[in-house]
């Protein structure tokens, strides 16, 4: 009995994992059926994208010269014994599944044009998908720039210029975060003379914490050029010794892309010398008179710049803000990318043929 029992089981396991074998490979070839569906459907819709509008007028004149050889498209489609309204006949594909005469060739051309249109309305779609996504990613290009390394004496002013270059993308906003030894350095001003920004909503100074922040921007079309000041810093040598002036990663540079990308790639620094020996009484008479001109520290703004902060707020501490970084699977980054200019492209081809055609007509 107990033999009986035993084999009854290991016959129904045996039957359970072929079950279950069989099942398997039915999922794997569904799977794989639908993919290649998708694949084929993918390419299908950006082929006639492309080439649907020149096949749709080409139709008819390749049915004319070569009736026998061309096929319609509903005639094709359709069993043994069904109507087509294109040729206004029984389909019989033993005898020819041609177009019956011109109107039948257009009403097929016709047939190509619509799913065109329905082609290319997928592809914008996919294009505003990506462009929600923030597809394809504006690069991070820009740097801030320090000049080089130089030497002052105790109580002489220096300018450092806030300098932006690798500007490949048009800006509009612009946020300078800096960090200094509040021991050896002090900021005099910070001046907006010669900036290419137009508004500023932000100007902080603090020399308790040793950290400045300028934040500004202009309208779009936004700024572009090889490079531009933002701004500059007016330094004051408190004691002698090295000194490091960076940006903080708190700093950003927005592109105006529509989506406010930051496109601040590195941050510069620089070390200072404060040498031991002081300035002359009369070269700090002289100091006091040029900076604090109204010409050179712009107190008095620019006509062509708009100002919304605080003359005397300061910071009281400073913001560490990581700069942003991009997320996500680089691979898939790249295919997205690719996916996005590929749409470029065919509207871009589109776009290329109707001013043909409208200077051909003008």
Not at 335 to 348: A, E, H, M, R
Request: proline share 5%.
């Amino acid at each position: 009995m107990e033999i009986v029992i035993y084999r009854t089981f290991l016959f129904f396991s045996l039957i359970s994992v072929k079950m279950n074998k069989e099942f398997s490979y039915f999922k794997i070839k569904t799977a794989a059926v639908l993919i290649l569906i998708i694949i084929s459907s993918y390419i299908i819709v950006h082929l006639f994208a492309v080439f649907g509008v020149f096949l749709s007028l080409a139709y008819p004149i390749w049915w004319f010269f070569a009736p026998n050889q061309t096929i319609c498209f509903l005639c094709r489609g359709r069993k043994d014994g069904e109507y087509c309204p294109f040729c206004k006949k029984v389909v019989d594909k033993s005898i020819s599944i041609s177009p019956e005469n011109l109107s039948s060739a257009i009403l097929n051309g016709l047939l190509i044009f619509i799913l065109t249109i329905f082609s290319i309305g997928l592809i914008y779609l996919e294009s505003k998908a990506l462009s929600a996504l923030g597809y394809p990613r504006t690069p991070k290009t820009v740097s801030f720039v320090i000049p080089s390394v130089g030497q002052y004496r105790l109580e002489e002013m220096f300018p450092m210029e806030i300098r932006l270059t690798g500007i490949k993308t048009p800006i509009n906003t612009v946020q300078a975060d800096i960090s200094f030894d509040p021991n050896r350095l002090s900021v005099h001003e910070v001046s907006t003379d010669g900036s290419f920004a137009s508004i500023f909503i932000q100007k902080e100074i603090n020399n308790d914490a040793g950290y400045v922040r300028l934040t500004g921007g202009l309208p779009s079309p936004g700024y572009y050029g090889e490079s531009g000041i933002f701004g500059t810093v007016y330094f004051k040598g408190l004691s002698p010794g090295i000194v490091q002036v960076k940006f903080l990663p708190s700093s950003m540079v927005l592109a105006n892309d529509g989506k406010g990308t930051n496109v601040l790639k590195d941050f510069d620094e620089v070390s200072y010398l404060v040498l031991p020996e002081k300035i002359s009484p009369e070269e700090e008479e002289t100091q006091k008179e040029y900076f604090f001109s109204t010409s050179v520290l712009g107190k008095d703004t620019d006509e062509n710049q708009m100002v919304f902060y605080d003359e005397e707020k300061v910071l009281g501490a400073i913001e560490e803000q990581p700069v942003d970084r991009e997320d996500g699977n680089p691979f898939i980054e790249k295919i997205l990318s690719l996916l996005k200019f590929k749409d470029y492209l065919i509207f871009n081809l589109y776009e290329k043929a109707f001013n043909t055609i409208k200077r051909l007509f003008n």
